[in-house]
């Protein structure tokens, strides 16, 4: 406004076009992935026509239905949106009122002529709304000689001692003065190769242990990382943003997550679990067919063929996470539940079942029995 020497009783119009121009212009802020702050909100890409042609408080022509020349000359402050079908603009006439016109021009030729318009438009504009450093009386009662701009952008020139500023931290913490430490955080690409990204770990929420995945570090509200990663854990101030499998999140410091991950593994760093139930099985290529599950030896016996080969069995555990386990692996560790799941199924008659699965439910059968008798006989 002050290299234009736009009044200030405009301050609204400009104040509204530099808003739209910060909008619609790409920067490097970590937030906007590269595109504008428009693209980023409302997900395309913003149509700029309208601000390309003219500048803020340029000279032009516009038309004006009562005029002998049906035009006249005015001030451009910026684009009228909502306004009509097409492009239209907002325009200054010379007698300080903002009118909405869609035709306008460049003035293209500076003749004796045009400059004595834009003389008269100026002194008949000022004494209107007034100019770049005072506004019309009638409209300020207020109005005292300090500069307009330094009271509409706070703008104070004036030295500040330290012992006078006060510290507001990211939390709305007031008071004291920040250490240096507290302006010391990861750069952005530390993220990149965080070693806790893509962690999977039980924490608790709302009021229970979910099973969760590490997705990204946790940002200030400038974007940039919060905290920062130390060998000393204590000193690790970096906080986290957990996914868990309802589609909920939270937030969670290093400290928590590596507490939580440390007491569901072992000495070796492998975890355990249990199961819940079998939700599913899976046949591959490599599985023995039906037809081929018994082999004839030499005195002509029928013989099962022993296998596990080509047989998946999806476990649901009581974190609610889930994963393929190979049947060799799960025979060992829960056969009775396998036994149980193929029988239910119909696939007990597979060759991978066949040869083990009436052994393992008659041995159940045998233990529930007995126990069932030394139950009677104590009583």
């Not at 001030?75 to 325009?91: E, F, N």
């Not at 003065?177 to 608790?204: Q, R, T, W």
């Not at 696939?347 to 045998?366: C, D, Y």
């Amino acid at each position: 406004m002050r290299s234009t020497l736009t009044p200030i009783r405009l301050w609204d119009y400009c104040w509204e076009y530099t808003s739209s121009i910060y909008c619609l212009t790409a920067s490097n802020h970590i937030l906007l992935d590269g595109v504008t702050p428009h693209e980023k909100v409302m997900g395309y890409t913003p149509d700029i026509s309208e601000y390309i042609d003219y500048t803020w408080y340029q000279w032009v022509w516009y038309y004006e239905p009562k005029s002998d020349h049906r035009q006249e000359i005015g001030r451009w402050l910026g684009p009228a949106h909502s306004c009509g079908q097409g492009l239209a603009y907002h325009i200054l006439t010379e007698k300080g009122k903002v009118v909405t016109r869609s035709t306008v021009s460049n003035i293209v030729n500076e003749t004796d002529e045009v400059k004595k318009l834009k003389s008269e438009f100026t002194r008949s504009m000022e004494s209107y709304i007034g100019n770049n450093s005072k506004s019309t009386e009638d409209f300020c009662e207020d109005f005292n000689q300090e500069d307009p701009y330094c009271l509409i952008f706070d703008i104070d020139n004036d030295a500040v001692d330290d012992e006078d500023i006060e510290f507001i931290g990211y939390n709305n913490e007031v008071g004291g003065k920040p250490d240096v430490e507290d302006f010391l955080n990861d750069p952005p690409y530390a993220e990149s190769y965080d070693e806790h990204i893509g962690l999977h770990v039980s924490l608790p929420h709302n009021g229970e242990m979910v099973h969760g995945k590490v997705v990204e570090r946790e940002r200030n509200p400038d974007g940039s990382l919060k905290g920062r990663s130390n060998s000393n854990p204590i000193l690790d101030s970096r906080s986290y943003k957990v996914e868990f499998s309802d589609g909920t999140y939270g937030n969670y410091a290093t400290n928590t997550l590596i507490e939580n991950l440390y007491s569901q593994v072992d000495d070796e760093g492998r975890s355990s679990t249990l199961m819940s139930s079998i939700i599913g099985h899976r046949r591959e290529e490599n599985a023995v067919p039906l037809k081929d599950g018994f082999i004839i030896l030499k005195s002509g016996v029928r013989k099962r063929i022993i296998t596990t080969k080509g047989w998946l069995l999806n476990v649901e555990w009581v974190d609610g996470t889930s994963s393929w386990i190979p049947l060799s692996d799960l025979k060992e560790s829960n056969p009775i539940e396998v036994a149980e799941y193929a029988i239910a199924h119909g696939i007990s008659n597979e060759p991978a079942f066949a040869w083990w699965t009436p052994h393992v439910i008659k041995k159940r059968h045998r233990i529930i029995k007995s126990l069932h008798h030394r139950h009677l006989k104590k009583i």
